[in-house]
Nanobody, 114 residues
């Protein structure tokens, strides 16, 4: 299993970013995919998840209405569109898939600052 995140960077408050996670090594279209984040000095927290066909999506309360998760099974990629970003969204964002255990990418850093 390999998960490779991209799309992070520095953005001003109120700005937008789109994260991508390219997956390989497993049957991507069978699994729920998730995004987590870990802010400096804090524990990793769940952010969002999407069902295998992309029909059902789930969000933690703090990002509802601002973030949108999606997936393209043909491209084996899951996305996280992040709008109206706030300084408290600053974190390393990780892609996750759970099978016999949790698999993680290396993460992509999102910094929201003026």
């Amino acid at each position: 299993v390999q998960l490779v995140e991209s799309g992070g960077g520095l953005v001003q408050p109120g700005g937008s970013l789109r994260l991508s996670c390219a997956a390989s090594g497993f049957a991507f279209n069978v699994y729920v995919m998730s995004w987590y984040r870990q802010a400096p000095g804090k524990e990793r927290e769940w952010v969002s998840a999407i069902s295998n066909a992309g029909v059902n999506t789930y969000y933690t309360d703090s990002v509802k209405g601002r973030f949108t998760i999606s997936r393209d099974n043909a491209k084996r990629t899951v996305y996280l569109q992040m709008n109206s970003l706030k300084p408290e969204d600053t974190a390393v964002y990780y892609c996750n898939v759970r099978d016999d255990r949790d698999y993680w990418g290396k993460g992509t850093l999102v910094t929201v600052s003026s």
